[in-house]
Structures are given as C-alpha cells and as structure tokens.
C-alpha cells in the first residue's frame, strides 16, 4: 500500500519536495541531444563557421537575426 501524504513526518515530506524539485530541474535542464552525433556535413560546416570568427569573421546578435527574419522577442 502507498504511503500518504498525512502519513509522512514534516522532515519526510520536505524529502520527497526536495527529490520531486531536483528532479523536475534535472529534466527541464538535461540536454535531449546528449549522445547523439552530428552528420558529417553539419560538423564540418560548424567547424568552418568557427574558424571564420576566429579569422574575423563577422557576427550577429540574437537580435539582429530576428529583425531580419521579422521576429520579435
């Protein structure tokens, strides 16, 4: 039979708080694409992505790439 709320001691109950807290954290700030691999084109277009902007390359800021696709934050 389950425990119950009414059965636990204040010490259990703020446990169980604790453990439900930790673990709804854990889920909202796991990466889902942890183990997954990047195609082979898509890794090596990051990795000349990167090398431009270390070679001066320019840049855009979150905001001036949604102005020019009409987003709005």
């Known amino acids: 039979m389950a425990t119950q709320v009414a059965d636990l001691s204040v010490e259990e109950l703020r446990q ?7 673990a709804t954290i854990e889920d909202l700030l796991r990466d889902p694409d942890a183990g997954l691999e990047l195609h082979a084109d898509l890794q090596a277009r990051l990795a ?4 431009d902007v270390r ?5 855009y ?3 001036e790439v949604a102005a020019k696709l009409g ?3």
């Open 48 to 51: 000349q992505s990167v090398a």
């Open 61 to 63: 800021s979150a905001d």
């Open 55 to 59: 070679e001066g390359g320019m840049t």
């Open 71 to 73: 987003l709005t934050w």
């Open 16 to 22: 169980v708080i604790q453990d439900t807290v930790r």
